[in-house]
C-alpha cells in the first residue's frame, strides 16, 4: 500500500459511474460529523445510513448537537447496511463554540469549558475533535480563540475542511494545523450533513472498520479530503425545518438538559 504523505489531498476524488467515492488503494472513507431529525436534520438514522452505503462511506458518525440516541441507533443497524458506525455528539462549549467527542458511549455534559469537555470525552475513552473551525458563525472557533484553547488542551483531530468552508479560510487553517499539529491532532474533514450532503468532505484511513479508523486517527495516518459529491442545496422546507430546530427546539432541550442533567 501506499502510504499518503500529506495531510490534506487538494484534488476532489472522482466518483465512481455508480456514484461511489473512489479511494487510493488500502484507504477507506469515514463520515464524521452527521445530523438526523433527532436533533436538526432532515434526515433519519435509515437515510443517512442508505446515503453512507451508496456513496462507498465504509464509517459512518452520527453527531447530533449535544444527544446521542440516533448515534446508538446507527450502531445497533449499522451492519445492516454493510456500514460500520462511531458513537459520537457534537457538544457546545461555554462560549457556545462545538467540540465533537467520536468513540463515547454517553452523553457529554453541555456548556463547560473546552478542556472541560476534551477531558470528559476522554475520560470515556473517546476522542475529542475541533468541529468546523474558521467558519464565520457562534458554533464555530476562530484562529485567536483556538490559541487560547491549545494554552489549556490538546485536541485528537481537527477538522481540515467542512462545505461551508471558504477557499481563503481552508488555506489559513492548513496553514495554522502546520504550525499546530502536535497539539491538534489527526487531520480529518466531515460534510457537517444536515440535509442528506454525506460524503461531500471526508477523512480517509488506511483499514475499513471503526477500529481502523480509531487507530489511524491516534497514529495520525488519516487524511482530509474533498470529493465530487454534490453539494445539495436544501428546499425552504428543510431550511425552515433546520432553523426552528436550531433556534427553537434545541435551545430548550439544552436548558432543560442542563437543569436536569438527563440528555437523549
Ligand atoms: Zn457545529
Ligand atoms: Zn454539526
Redesign the pocket.
Known amino acids: 500500500m501506499h502510504h499518503i504523505k500529506t495531510s490534506y489531498l487538494k484534488s476532489p476524488l472522482p466518483l465512481s459511474n455508480t456514484g461511489r467515492i473512489c479511494t487510493p488503494d488500502g484507504y477507506s472513507v469515514a463520515e464524521l460529523h452527521t445530523h438526523t431529525v433527532l436533533s436538526d436534520g432532515t434526515q433519519t438514522v435509515e437515510q443517512n445510513l442508505l446515503t453512507a452505503k451508496s456513496r462507498g462511506i465504509s464509517v459512518l458518525a452520527t453527531t447530533d448537537h449535544d444527544m446521542i440516541q440516533a448515534s446508538l441507533t446507527t450502531s445497533e443497524i449499522c451492519s445492516n447496511y454493510g456500514v460500520s458506525a462511531v458513537v459520537g455528539s457534537?457538544i457546545t462549549t461555554i462560549g457556545q463554540q462545538?467540540i465533537l467527542g467520536l468513540f463515547i458511549n454517553t452523553c457529554i455534559p453541555i456548556f463547560r469549558r473546552v478542556e472541560t469537555t476534551v477531558q470528559a470525552i476522554r475520560s470515556q475513552g473517546g476522542l475529542a475533535i475541533v468541529?468546523?473551525p474558521f467558519l464565520p458563525f457562534p458554533?464555530a472557533t476562530n484562529k485567536r480563540r483556538l490559541l487560547n484553547w491549545l494554552e489549556h488542551t490538546t485536541f485528537d483531530g481537527i477538522e481540515l475542511d467542512s462545505p461551508y468552508l471558504t477557499n481563503r479560510g481552508r488555506e489559513q487553517l492548513l496553514e495554522f494545523y502546520e504550525d499546530h499539529k502536535v497539539a491538534l491532532g489527526a487531520p480529518l474533514a466531515s460534510s457537517?450533513s444536515h440535509f442528506g450532503n454525506l460524503g461531500a468532505k471526508v477523512t480517509l484511513f488506511p483499514g475499513t472498520d471503526a477500529n481502523d479508523l480509531r487507530t489511524a486517527i491516534k497514529m495520525r495516518t488519516t487524511v482530509a479530503a474533498t470529493t465530487n459529491v454534490p453539494q445539495l442545496k436544501p428546499n425552504i422546507r428543510d431550511r425552515l425545518h433546520n432553523n426552528y430546530r436550531s433556534l427553537f427546539s434545541l435551545p430548550i432541550y439544552r436548558i432543560k438538559a442542563l437543569v436536569t442533567g438527563k440528555y437523549t
Do not use: F, I, L, R
Request: charged residues 35%; hydrophobic residues 15%.
Open positions: 457534537e462545538h468541529a468546523h458554533g457537517d
